[in-house]
Every structure is written in structure tokens, then in C-alpha cells.
């Protein structure tokens, strides 16, 4: 009898090395998040206290991000080679982001309308304080159309990296990519290598910074709980009931349109991010992991490039939870009040939030802001009335974390489909943690089916866990981090 060998693919080398499930980041993270829900609630003023882990944390992570981000973009474009390439990404990502946005504010103001949140409170607008929202917001004058578009072009490159300002740093860092395709990629070819071993480091960097990811989550969740208390919840029962069931039709939504056109089964993507969507609802922030996230969605198939430039753009462009709560809240606001808006002064409304919603991205207290500045433009209630919101806010942040990482990782997807840099192949093998998955080895890596040393492999699903070994975006299994950058999906 002729034996023949078996054509069926062997499983992933970490499969038969399990680790164990107390070393698992998904784990880490969920202990830490439930402790924290504990500590705050039996002992609110350590709760409370406990605020500095968290904001650390982050700290780490803003230590980062702007130069991540921009390496990524500058190297992305040069493999991409093509100018003309990079602003139709940067078109269609606008496209989409406005299109996102706009429905998503009409779906809130549907859902308030069927709901009535505020119906019945009939609260007087001269018992709430200025001063509250004052405090919250800064005092930071909201900025129109035309001071946020200028604020997007740095006047100075060094003032936009030590500011953290993610959008000058975007528009820094397309003009040089966009520099490196027309001097010629040979020519820059020095200074692209350099780029791709400094863009190495930082991922080691973000390897380690991600082991503290379950003390931050602990120390967030435990301040919000402290401070604010699950108390507070049936304060604003109808309201927050409101906005998350609005949350989870729209991610329902989300989960039609990533299968119905880039045909993203976004269960398993969410099972593939599970550790990234649940740090981002430990610390209440999505800046928290966007390093990884975008790391995820290049494995997935999404091109470096055009994740380079969707997702960063896509935090303060495209803000879908952001957009339901502010639309539900101004509704709530005026019932509160009394008010009964007709259909002229809510569309009146929808293109106020449109302006307002994008103009104060990245404001501190930018909710309120750009509430403020809807009710003043209306002049339907005082802008005072706003602080009535101040107890309800935090408790709507994992809603609005959710549904923005979401909307931005979908909207990744659609755009790359779009663009036609997306290889389907490449994401269901990341989400089966298939051929590309990589087992850390000592101080390197190695992949499951060859077993050799590669500095350019990056970890897929469970390999990705608190020590895992990052590289840059766009790396390619089995070859040398130089010619990764090659590689154009």
C-alpha cells in the first residue's frame, strides 16, 4: 500500500504549547477591570485615590503614539510608492468618515425621539451652575470650521510631536512619505531602513509598556467607580438606557456592513481584538490602544498605508459613539427643559453637531463643548443647562470607547476593500492564528512552520499576550525587515 503524505495543514505551534491562562493579557485585564469595579464601589475614597495608575498608564502610551504614528504612515506610503494612491485613501476615508458620522447623529436623534429620555423632568435651567461646566470644559472657547481645519497644519513639526497632536502629525507625516516617492525610494532608501529599525524599537517599547496594561485598567476603573458610584446609575436610568441600546443596535449595523462589503466576520475579529477592546473599556480611552489595534488590522489584511491613515484620522474624524450620545443627549437636554423641538430645528441641530463634533476633537471636555456650542447656536435652552450632563458623562464612556474603536476598525476595513489593499486570505489566517502565528523564543521569534529565527514576524491572536514581540505593520513572515517594507498588499 502507497502511503502519501497528508496535505491537511498542521495546527499552530503555540496550540500544542497552550500558555497558561493566568499569563493570557485578556485575563490580566479582565481581573484587574472587576477588582477595580469592587474597590471602587466597598472603598470609594482608595477608588478614587487610585486615579495616578491610570493616567500613568496612558501617559505610556502618549509616550508613543506620535511617533508611531508617524513612522508607520512615512514607511506605508514609501512601500506604497504611489502618491496619487495615498490621497484616494485619504479621500475615501473622509467620504466614509462623514457618511458614518451623519448617520450616526440621525440615528441618535431617531432613537431620542422614540425614547423621550428627558420627558417628565421638567427641570429649571437657573438651578444649575455654570461654574460646574466651566470647570469640566476648561473654559476653552469651541473653535469653528475653518480654526479647526487650520489647526490641522502644524507651525511647528517639533511643537506637533511634544503636543501629542495626532492630526499635525498626520498631515506632517503624509507630505514626507509623500517627499520619499518623489525624490525616489533607491535614493531614500538609507533613511527608509533607519526608519523601519527605529520603528522596530518602538514596538518593542509597546511591548513592554503593555505589561502594565492591567494595572491601568485597575486603577481607571476603580477611580471612575469611587469617584462617581454605581448609584449614580439609576439617576440617569432612562437616558443612559437610551444611548447604550443605541450603541448596541449601531454596532449591530457595523456588523452588516464589515460583512457585506470587505466580508470582515466581525465576531471574529472581536475575539481576535478582545484584549485591545477590553483595555479600552478598562481605561476609558481608545488612545490606549491604538499601537496595537493598528497592528492588528495590518496583519488582517488591511494594507500599512491605508491603516496608517484611516485610524489616526478616524479618532478624530470619526467618532460614531461620540455622535449618538451627543445627538441623544441635546434631545434629552431640551425635554429636560421643556422644549419640544420640531423637524426644522433638529436638522438645524444635525448640521451644528456635524461642524461641532469634528471641531472639538481632542478638546478636553469636548462633549460638553460642542453641546455648549449647539445650544448657544440654537438658543433654545441656556448653555448652562448643559451641566446637567456632568453626573451622566463618565458613565457613557464605554459606550462611546466601544463603538468609536469599532467604527474605526470597520471603517479600515471598508476603505482598504475600497482601495483594493485588503487580502481577505491574510485576515482569516490572522483570525485562525493560522501560518503567520509566531511563539516567542527566547529573546526572538520564530514561526510555527519553519521554526527559524525572524525578526520581521509579528504575533498573531494568542501569541500576542503581555510579552509578546511587536515589529512594525506591515512586516512579512519569513523575510528580513528590510524587504518587508516592499511588500504592498
Given at each position: ?12 505551534a ?33 477608588g ?10 496612558i ?5 508613543i ?24 485613501v ?20 431617531v ?21 460646574a ?83 491601568g ?23 443612559i438606557a437610551?444611548c ?22 466581525l ?38 498605508a ?11 474624524f ?33 448640521g ?10 481632542g ?21 448652562a ?8 458623562d ?28 485588503f ?30 529565527p ?8 494568542e501569541?500576542?499576550g503581555?510579552?509578546?514581540?511587536f ?19
Amino acid at each position: 500500500m502507497k502511503i502519501t503524505a497528508s496535505t491537511t495543514p498542521l495546527p499552530p505551534a503555540q496550540d500544542a504549547l497552550r500558555k497558561p491562562l493566568y499569563r493570557s493579557l485578556f485575563i490580566q485585564i479582565l481581573v484587574a477591570v472587576v477588582a477595580g469595579i469592587l474597590i471602587g464601589h466597598f472603598w470609594p475614597d482608595l477608588g478614587a485615590g487610585l486615579r495616578p495608575l491610570g493616567d500613568g498608564f496612558i501617559q505610556l502610551i502618549k509616550m508613543i503614539i506620535a511617533p508611531l504614528i508617524f513612522l508607520v504612515i512615512v514607511t506605508g506610503i514609501a512601500a506604497v510608492s504611489d502618491v496619487k494612491a495615498v490621497g484616494r485613501v485619504g479621500v475615501k476615508a473622509l467620504a466614509y468618515f462623514t457618511g458614518a458620522t451623519l448617520f450616526a447623529l440621525v440615528f441618535g436623534l431617531v432613537v431620542a425621539n422614540l425614547v423621550q429620555p428627558g420627558a417628565g423632568l421638567n427641570i429649571d435651567p437657573a438651578t444649575l451652575s455654570q461654574d460646574a461646566l466651566n470647570a469640566k470644559t476648561s473654559t476653552a472657547p469651541p473653535k469653528d470650521a475653518g480654526a479647526f481645519l487650520l489647526g490641522i497644519i502644524p507651525t511647528s513639526v517639533v511643537g506637533a510631536f511634544a503636543g501629542n497632536n495626532l492630526l499635525q502629525v498626520l498631515c506632517f507625516s503624509v507630505f514626507f512619505g509623500a517627499a520619499i516617492v518623489v525624490v525616489g525610494r533607491e535614493r531614500c532608501l538609507p533613511v527608509i531602513t533607519l526608519m523601519e529599525t527605529v520603528l522596530e524599537l518602538f514596538f518593542k517599547i509597546m511591548g513592554w509598556v503593555m505589561r502594565a496594561a492591567p494595572v491601568g485598567a485597575f486603577g481607571a476603573m476603580a477611580f471612575i467607580i469611587g469617584q462617581y458610584g454605581l448609584d449614580s446609575l439609576g439617576t440617569y436610568a432612562v437616558l443612559i438606557a437610551a444611548c447604550y441600546g443605541a450603541a448596541a443596535v449601531f454596532i449591530g449595523l457595523l456588523f452588516v456592513v464589515a460583512w457585506a462589503y470587505p466580508r470582515v466576520p466581525l465576531w471574529q475579529f472581536l475575539k481576535y481584538t478582545r484584549e485591545e477592546f477590553l483595555l479600552a473599556l478598562g481605561t476609558a480611552s481608545t488612545e490606549s490602544v491604538l499601537p496595537r489595534i493598528m497592528t492588528k488590522l495590518t496583519n488582517a489584511g488591511c494594507s500599512r498605508a491605508t491603516t496608517g491613515l484611516v485610524v489616526p484620522t478616524g479618532y478624530s474624524f470619526n467618532l460614531d459613539g461620540a455622535a449618538i450620545y451627543l445627538s441623544i443627549s441635546l434631545l434629552f437636554l431640551a425635554q429636560a427643559f421643556g422644549y419640544d423641538l420640531d423637524l426644522g430645528q433638529q436638522l438645524a441641530a444635525l448640521g451644528i453637531l456635524m461642524l461641532t463634533s469634528k471641531g472639538m476633537a481632542g478638546v478636553p471636555g469636548s462633549a460638553f463643548l460642542a453641546l455648549s456650542a449647539t445650544a448657544g447656536a440654537l438658543g433654545i435652552f441656556p448653555v448652562a443647562g448643559v451641566a446637567l450632563l456632568l453626573g451622566a458623562d463618565r458613565l457613557m464612556d464605554s459606550m462611546r470607547v466601544v463603538v468609536n474603536l469599532l467604527g474605526n476598525c470597520v471603517a479600515t476595513f471598508v476603505v482598504a476593500k475600497w482601495e483594493g489593499q485588503f487580502d481577505r486570505e491574510a485576515m482569516l489566517r490572522a483570525f485562525a492564528g493560522g501560518d503567520a502565528a509566531t511563539e516567542s523564543v527566547g529573546g526572538g521569534t520564530t514561526t510555527a512552520a519553519e521554526g527559524q529565527p525572524d525578526v520581521a514576524a509579528v504575533p498573531q491572536g494568542e501569541a500576542a499576550g503581555p510579552g509578546a514581540e511587536f515589529t512594525h505593520p506591515g512586516a512579512v513572515t519569513a523575510q528580513p525587515a528590510s524587504a518587508a517594507s516592499a511588500a504592498v498588499r
